[in-house]
Nanobody, 127 residues
């Protein structure tokens, strides 16, 4: 079982930047996708960015495309999310997740597809 730990959440003003990190421990062999989701209270968890570990194929939600960048460092097993030009609607708890064979380009946005989750890190963007 892979363990995931997020860090980097903070409070910033609109237009600012943050960088989130997610460190994976354990054997990730056989896992296909890692992703960032965010959740606002009383709303469903929303996929923000997803990365296929093998070939670094990447996808973004329309709401963050052009502002957020997802990346993965193999040697350290760290998934990062660089968030620029932040907006108040980007606020929420950000979760890192990892997915095995159940994930593909169609299912990578579905939270139920993911096998392990981090504890989440809070991002608050004020106007």
């Amino acid at each position: 079982q892979v363990q995931l730990v997020e860090s980097g959440g903070d409070s910033v003003e609109a237009g600012g930047s943050l960088r989130l990190s997610c460190t994976a421990s354990g054997n990730i062999y056989g896992y296909y996708y890692m992703a960032w989701f965010r959740q606002v209270e009383d709303q469903e968890r929303e996929g923000v960015a997803a990365l296929r570990i093998g070939d670094r194929d990447i996808g973004y939600a329309d709401s963050v495309s052009g502002r957020f960048t997802i990346s993965y460092e193999n040697t350290k097993k760290v998934l990062s999310l660089q968030m620029n030009s932040l907006k108040p609607e980007d606020s929420g708890v950000y979760y890192c997740a990892i997915c095995s064979r159940r994930c593909d380009v169609n299912t990578r946005w579905r939270p139920i597809s993911y096998d392990s989750w981090g504890q989440g890190t809070q991002v608050t963007v004020s106007s």
